[in-house]
């Protein structure tokens, strides 16, 4: 079984057979990751952003008035 996994992909990197190669697959492993990661970092800027905006409010422990 695992022969024939490799010679599969060997078709596939050598053009014989439609798929994706080995280069394309850890570009988009790499692409997900980094999706998944941005996608964390926008989730705590909205959460801060939130926060941050009930300290504004009007009689939210404001000292102005």
């Not at 079984?1 to 280069?23: C, F, I, N, P, Y």
Request: proline share 2%.
């Amino acid at each position: 079984m695992t022969l024939h996994k490799w010679l599969r992909q060997a078709d596939v990197e050598d053009g014989v057979k439609s798929g994706v190669s080995s280069d394309a697959a850890a570009e988009l492993r790499e692409l997900k990751r980094r999706n998944r990661l941005l996608e964390q970092e926008n989730e705590v800027l909205r959460r801060a952003a939130a926060y941050l905006s009930q300290g504004n409010l009007p009689g939210k422990g404001s000292t102005r008035s």
